[in-house]
């Protein structure tokens, strides 16, 4: 396909999990603060309600609370974001005759720890406030939250567009809730990320019918427009989309749910075009859709929020001490071995962590291969790989030389990484299925 070899190919490894780890699920909700990965209910074979935190550094799980009184209950097809220390999970509930009743707004802090209570104006009855509905989106504009569309039970898929202001709480109905105006319509089961001061919008269900339309909104003038997508990905459900560089990167769904895809494509802001990113041969992810992409790196920092909160990332304490991860990284090699070009993995962390070890060199690519990729195999050989466990043990041997550097932040040296978390088709009674994706170019 043309279009691939616009783009450099990217790197799919798996990242096997321990059995302390959440099970694998679908329809659950993720973002990424600080350097971790957070994740919250979803469903294997019924609904869940729990909640779990994910070092990348350490690649270890932790399991957090979700049992108190201002937690979360089972939720499905919600949503989640972070801003400045707060994580905001809205929608998702399983309907009853109570549900419209309750404000299914829930929201955790990550310094403390512990779910809290809404505070502001939605304290107020004649507060107007969006209900429950599942598969909306929800992206971080500024100060504020925007949630668009979702599916609400007995009246299907919905075009309201809500904001909620961060410093108030209060909620406000945006421009294109209403019928017949020139927006996305009703929708659920889409994509949405934000950049800079605008939110992009692309496919999922209208009613029954599946989409490809991609939308952007801009928080300045109030105002929808259709982008171009002749070039662009298909009809496509239960895909995950975040914001990387100057460009959106879009992964998986399908048309529908028995018909999951592993496509990977990216949309650049700039050029306004989209490209299908090719894999390195041996690296291809597993088909998925409902599942959910987190990215982490100073690549996926979010454009959006204030000076003052420094992009979301807050450094990590340790002891009560800043110890950021002193991160001085080496390339590491990729050698493409046997007849089906599987990819071996070194890894780099720390410097004087690896003490008198070395890396292996390799040698050269393989013959068949650098054909294969021309001048992208040849580069391939300065691409950063990252290993999850190559800290693990190492944190320990190297706890003091992390006081250097105390002023920046631990998430700030992680390489850029997107992570795709569990989706269907998932197995049962398995730890949730995780995949790593580094991609080639700088």
Same mark, same amino acid.
């Given at each position: ?70 937690? =979360?209950?089972?939720?499905?097809? &919600? /949503?989640?974001? %972070?801003?400045?220390?707060?994580? !905001?999970? $809205? #929608? +998702? ?90 927006? =996305?319509?009703?929708?659920?089961? &889409? /994509?949405?990320? %934000?950049?800079?001061?605008?939110? !992009?919008? $692309? #496919? +999922? ?238």
């Amino acid at each position: 396909m043309p279009a691939m070899s616009q783009s450099s190919p990217c790197l799919w490894t798996q990242l096997p999990q321990s059995s302390q780890s959440p099970c694998d699920r679908y329809k659950h909700a993720c973002c990424s603060y600080d350097g971790n990965v957070y994740i919250l209910g979803g469903r294997d074979n019924g609904c869940l309600r729990d909640f779990w935190k994910y070092s990348v550094v350490c690649n270890e799980w932790t399991e957090l609370n979700c049992t108190s009184e201002a937690a =979360p209950e089972e939720l499905e097809e &919600h /949503s989640m974001v %972070a801003h400045e220390g707060f994580l !905001y999970v $809205f #929608g +998702g509930m399983l309907d009853s005759a109570y549900t419209k009743w309750r404000h299914p707004l829930w929201i955790f802090d990550i310094a403390k720890q512990k779910w809290v209570h809404c505070q502001g104006k939605m304290s107020s009855p004649q507060t107007q406030m969006p209900t429950n509905r599942k598969g909306h989106s929800a992206v971080v504009v500024g100060s504020a939250m925007l949630v668009y569309g979702g599916f609400i039970d007995m009246k299907g898929s919905s075009q309201d567009f809500w904001s909620l202001d961060f410093d108030t709480m209060a909620w406000s109905l945006l421009n294109g809730s209403q019928q017949g105006s020139s927006g =996305p319509g009703p929708r659920h089961s &889409h /994509s949405a990320i %934000a950049n800079h001061s605008c939110m !992009y919008l $692309f #496919g +999922g269900l209208k009613g029954l019918r599946e989409q490809r339309d991609f939308w952007k909104w801009n928080s300045i003038s109030h105002m929808w427009s259709s982008l171009r997508n002749k070039s662009g990905p298909s009809r496509l459900v239960g895909h995950s989309a975040v914001a990387y560089k100057d460009s959106m990167l879009l992964f998986g769904g399908g048309e529908s749910q028995n018909s999951p895809k592993n496509c990977l494509w990216r949309y650049n802001f700039t050029t306004q075009t989209w490209v299908q990113v090719a894999t390195l041969p041996g690296s291809n992810p597993p088909d998925k859709i409902y599942h959910c992409c987190a990215g982490l790196g100073p690549s996926y920092n979010s454009h959006t929020s204030s000076p003052c909160s420094s992009s979301g990332l807050e450094p990590r304490l340790l002891d009560g001490k800043l110890r950021p991860f002193k991160n001085k990284c080496f390339p590491a090699p990729l050698m493409f071995l046997g007849s089906e070009g599987a990819i071996e993995l070194e890894t780099f962390s720390p410097d004087k962590c690896y003490g008198s070890k070395t890396l292996k060199q390799s040698s050269e690519l393989d013959n068949s291969t650098e054909g294969l990729m021309g001048k992208d195999a040849r580069r391939i050989g300065n691409c950063l790989t990252f290993e999850n466990k190559a800290f693990k043990k190492q944190w320990s041997c190297t706890e003091e030389d992390l006081l250097d550097e105390e002023d920046e932040d631990v998430a700030q040296h992680l390489p850029d990484l997107l992570l795709l978390l569990g989706g269907r088709p998932f197995t049962t009674h398995s730890p949730i299925s995780i995949w790593q994706m580094t991609l080639t170019d700088s």
